[in-house]
């Protein structure tokens, strides 16, 4: 079920995002670099791995108190987690909204996140973190995403095209 969830939400924002009617300058790509951990149910400590992402995101609104929002569409890999043969492997589809934070810094912003892993760690993922614009093409990101069943910390850079 999940991934004809999936495969009907990627058809219906394919279709409405028709290449005649894109606009490319709301396109940006990103990679990551994580640190991914699992904990052990049983209270057996828990287990690491390092990994790499991949993604491209497409800004969609502003909404009413200067909240961005953007769709984005990845793939993530790890490493074997400690003391295993095992790694973990998905697509993922998310929703991320981002609000400015100009009290702070005219460069840093707050973003949380929901979506869909369909993968090794299929289910339902949520994420908050902060973004500093390096310049108008170039975002540096740090995240934390909780997955089904690990949580990932992620450092990435997005660069708007």
Known sequence: MTSSLLLTTLLCTGTAAHADEMDTSKLYLG???????IDSPFGGGSADA???QGFAGYEMATLEGGIHTSVELGISQTGDFDHTDESISGL????????DLPE?????SLLGRVGLDVGDDDGILTGVGVGYRLNRQLQLRGEFVNKDASNQYLASLLIKL
Request: charged content about 10%.
């Open 50 to 52: 390092t990994g790499v």
């Open 104 to 108: 702070i810094s005219p460069n840093l």
């Open 31 to 37: 990679g990551s670099f994580s640190y991914n951990t």
């Open 92 to 99: 993922w589809l998310a929703a991320v909204a981002e609000k």
